[in-house]
């Protein structure tokens, strides 16, 4: 059977009664990312307006008596619908749908037919599979490649058949009936029952599909055709938008240029040249930087070679700098018995830290100082560096450092 969604993808509410309510769990992906699992009801309605997910298409969402939906299943011939409040078996309810997500779906799902028709029509591209996704759609096409020219013939031949207007009829067709040997799709479910559903465009495609379509290619608007992807194996990915999804991609768009115009002080027109200006000048400045730290570092080494605490413990801790600039300074001073603990970074966050000196005293003190820092580090030959979370203990390090220092003296 066929469910009123199916029959007729416009309907927005309707009446219907429910047969069954049972307990139930939902596992589905929290705000924060993080699987949950909500405790709920699986309801059963005598027929749904709401869509359960199928045919590369997501479920829709909606309302039972102002009761939110959130998850539509099909099961056999019946649809079972989440909810976290109970329903009364026998209770004739409001069935609404959220037509901003159902009317999407339907815009997408049309227009993947439309381009999955084109494709092969054109090119002898069959598609394999696609995806309805959150902010894109996808079909993966079978061939190695496409190019810019067929993306583009694609993308004008599916546009001039929306301009065309061409009607989107919706029909049922039996098992044995001989016509449904000349019809396109990928083959039927496990448990699939009944008569089989046909979305015919006409003059372009007729494809078995259980989910929710336009009547009409106007109300696709417009598709645009954001290029392509390599995909699995001789497999190429096609990246689309269709209907409302191009106008809000547009919207973006012409935010984003809006703010670089302003950014980056000149038209549209001139942005990519103006960035790559701008990323030239700061790979200079980059360059000029690391010299002028690499100077730094030599004058830094030689003042702390001269200094009173050389033969003991030196520590340094500077806010600019990286690895390569505390090994530097390490270069300079020389493997001498002074214990040389470096730090670059956050004053009480995150950075990196190195530990330099003698090869016994520093694979004993390593792996404790990065303890004490809360990091991770590793080393050899009288070095050992990593990465910390604590920069604040570093006073912490250097007791522990000079106490290292205090006991080799007095055993000597």
């Known amino acids: 059977m066929a469910f009123l969604c199916q029959r007729d993808s416009y309907a927005r509410e309707f009446t219907t009664t429910v047969v069954s309510c049972r307990p139930a769990e939902l596992h589905t992906e929290g705000s924060n990312g993080k699987k949950e699992v909500l405790s709920g009801f699986q309801v059963v309605l005598e027929d749904t307006l709401l869509f359960p997910e199928g045919g590369g298409q997501p479920d829709d969402r909606g309302t039972i008596n102002d009761i939110s939906v959130l998850r539509v299943t099909r099961r056999g011939t019946q649809a079972d619908h989440f909810t976290q409040t109970p329903l009364t078996p026998g209770t004739e309810v409001q069935v609404r749908v959220d037509w901003e997500r159902r009317f999407d779906h339907m815009q997408q799902h049309s227009g993947q037919h439309l381009i999955t028709a084109v494709a092969d029509d054109l090119f002898g591209m069959k598609t394999t599979s696609w995806e309805l996704g959150r902010l ?11 190019t810019a020219e067929q993306v583009a013939a694609i993308e004008q031949s599916v546009n001039e058949k929306i301009r065309d207007r061409l009607p989107v009829n919706v029909r049922e067709l039996s098992l044995d009936d001989p016509e449904v040997e000349q019809v396109r799709g990928r083959g039927l479910p496990d448990d699939h029952a009944g008569p089989i559903r046909v979305v015919t465009i006409k003059s372009v495609d007729s494809n078995m599909c259980c989910g929710t379509h336009v009547s009409n290619l106007s109300d696709l608007q417009v598709i645009k055709i954001l290029g392509t992807e390599k995909g699995k194996k001789n497999k190429t990915n096609l990246i689309f938008l269709a209907g409302n999804r191009v106008l809000k991609w547009m919207e973006r768009s012409h935010g984003t240029e809006k703010a670089l115009t302003a950014l980056l002080k000149c038209g549209a027109e001139d942005h990519v040249e103006a960035v ?40 340094l801790h500077r806010k600019d700098g990286d690895s390569e600039f505390m090994n530097i300074i390490a270069n300079e001073i020389g493997p001498e018995e002074t214990l040389l603990f470096l730090t670059v970074g956050d004053e009480k966050g995150a950075g990196l830290f190195l530990l330099a000196g003698p090869a016994e005293a520093v694979e004993t003190l390593g792996p404790r100082v990065a303890e004490v820092l809360e990091g991770k580090g590793a080393g050899k030959k009288g070095r ?15 007791a522990l450092l000079q106490d290292y220092i205090s006991t080799q003296s007095a055993e000597e």
């Open 136 to 146: 894109r759609s996808v079909i993966e096409l079978d061939s190695p490649s496409v």
């Open 276 to 315: 790559k200006k701008l990323q030239n000048s700061s790979k200079l400045l980059q360059k000029n930087n690391l010299n002028l730290l690499r100077d730094l570092a030599v004058h830094i080494a030689h003042s702390l070679r001269n200094s009173p605490d050389c033969g003991g413990v030196i520590t």
């Open 384 to 398: 050992f560096q990593g990465k910390a979370t604590k920069m604040s203990r570093r006073a912490e390090v250097q």
